[in-house]
């Protein structure tokens, strides 16, 4: 049961599905992936200059500004590749959502960050939920106060993913408006070690890191702030929406795969586990998910790839089916391989860790089927 990474690609995209897939089998051992997530909190990612050198981390940026113009497709197959090797090198964090903003900056802002981003030397994080308040998308409550040399900055963002180990900081604050409203809501770049920010940082759930991150009196320069549209906002939430469902399905594949595997060496009463018919319907009901959000992934990927109307409506449709999907495989897996299967030293349980989060992230099934609907009569309308 292998993915289908090949559907409809160009020779280009081909040898990129073909070359990320063989470094990471090559190089990206579940071992030491669990030593980085056990190791010192400040470590350095082991890989991340190697993945600069191969130029995955230009992948999605302009050609104009230095990168290769890359598109869903791209970002598509390398996120399954990232699933599938449970990769924690924080690309999501550095290339997608704060270089993805600093790439709709001022050319001051991406002359400053932009090579440095490709080049490895500078990572990354955008801070955007708040506490309590994770699943909605638009509540900000952290303000950005006009000043007669640019902005200042008060609030406190949570869940900070690559937090600890970020040069940069992207972070969204109200302007204007109420802390639920969709407008007013500015984009900011920050340097992570301005006067004024403190960081509380932590190694989360699926070993990764963290930082609950206070702005107290933030003082930034007038061209520190991107853009004040809620499309812009939409759309760096959507990017990184987009990128955690290409990997949730890159890590179903691999954890079905595993379980199937398991079942057929796994002997009892004198035969395969897989043998029994109960089993078997299990594993039938675990791949039957995968091919739903498979599906539905390729379609996003064309509606995005064209600019279609109907993107956003397939995005929360995929990211609801993602959701539900992961649920049942990764619980499907556990339940397959019994108590082993949380252990620390077999990754069946890290990839359980990781879909978990992924639940909570960019929105939750719930969110997103309500905006579905939405986003469905606005269709409708037009």
């Given at each position: 049961m292998q993915a289908d990474t090949t559907r409809n690609l160009n020779d280009e995209q081909q040898m990129l599905a073909d070359s990320v897939s063989k470094y990471l089998t090559d190089t990206y051992s579940f071992d030491a992936r669990r030593s980085?997530?056990?190791?010192?909190?400040?470590?350095?990612?082991?890989?991340?200059?190697?993945?600069?050198?191969?130029?995955?981390?230009?992948?999605?940026?302009?050609?104009?500004?230095?990168?290769?113009?890359?598109?869903?497709?791209?970002?598509?197959?390398?996120?399954?590749?990232?699933?599938?090797?449970?990769?924690?090198?924080?690309?999501?964090?550095?290339?997608?959502?704060?270089?993805?903003?600093?790439?709709?900056?001022?050319?001051?802002?991406?002359?400053?960050?932009?090579?440095?981003?490709?080049?490895?030397?500078?990572?990354?994080?955008?801070?955007?939920?708040?506490?309590?308040?994770?699943?909605?998308?638009?509540?900000?409550?952290t303000s950005a106060l006009k000043t007669d040399h640019g902005w200042q900055l008060n609030g406190t963002k949570a869940v900070v993913a690559n937090g600890p180990l970020a040069d940069v900081l992207v972070i969204s604050a109200r302007i204007e408006g109420d802390v639920r409203s969709s407008q007013g809501i500015g984009l900011f770049v920050i340097d992570r070690h301005a006067a004024g920010i403190a960081?509380?940082?932590?190694?989360?759930?699926?070993?990764?890191?963290?930082?609950?991150?206070?702005?107290?009196?933030?003082?930034?320069?007038?061209?520190?702030?991107?853009?004040?549209?809620?499309?812009?906002?939409?759309?760096?939430?959507?990017?990184?929406?987009?990128?955690?469902?290409?990997?949730?399905?890159?890590a179903m594949q691999a954890l079905l795969s595993a379980t199937v595997e398991y079942?057929?060496?796994?002997?009892?009463?004198?035969?395969?586990?897989?043998?029994?018919?109960?089993?078997?319907?299990?594993?039938?009901?675990?791949?039957?998910?995968?091919?739903?959000?498979?599906?539905?992934?390729?379609?996003?990927?064309?509606?995005?790839?064209n600019n279609d109307e109907n993107s956003g409506l397939l995005l929360s449709a995929l990211k609801y089916r993602v959701d539900k999907s992961a649920r049942l495989i990764s619980y499907g897996a556990l339940q397959l391989h019994g108590g082993i299967a949380m252990t620390d030293e077999l990754n069946i349980g890290h990839y359980f860790k990781r879909l978990t989060l992924v639940e909570k992230q960019f929105g939750t099934a719930q969110y997103h089927l309500q905006r579905f609907k939405e986003l469905q009569l606005q269709l409708q309308k037009n």
């Open positions: 980085t997530a056990n190791g010192d909190l400040l470590a350095p990612h082991p890989q991340w200059q190697q993945f600069a050198n191969m130029g995955w981390l230009g992948l999605p940026f302009d050609d104009c500004d230095g990168g290769f113009s890359g598109g869903p497709t791209e970002i598509s197959l390398l996120f399954q590749a990232f699933g599938k090797h449970l990769v924690l090198e924080p690309y999501l964090e550095t290339v997608v959502l704060a270089g993805g903003v600093i790439a709709r900056g001022q050319a001051v802002l991406k002359q400053r960050y932009l090579d440095g981003i490709m080049s490895g030397d500078i990572q990354g994080a955008f801070g955007h939920g708040e506490a309590g308040h994770s699943a909605e998308r638009y509540y900000v409550s960081a509380t940082d932590y190694v989360t759930v699926d070993g990764r890191r963290a930082s609950e991150i206070s702005l107290n009196h933030v003082e930034i320069a007038a061209d520190a702030l991107v853009s004040t549209a809620t499309d812009e906002l939409n759309r760096v939430l959507d990017r990184g929406c987009f990128a955690v469902c290409a990997e949730a399905i890159g079942c057929q060496q796994r002997r009892q009463f004198g035969q395969p586990i897989g043998s029994f018919q109960a089993l078997q319907h299990r594993m039938v009901d675990m791949y039957i998910a995968l091919e739903l959000a498979r599906s539905l992934l390729g379609a996003t990927t064309d509606a995005l790839t």
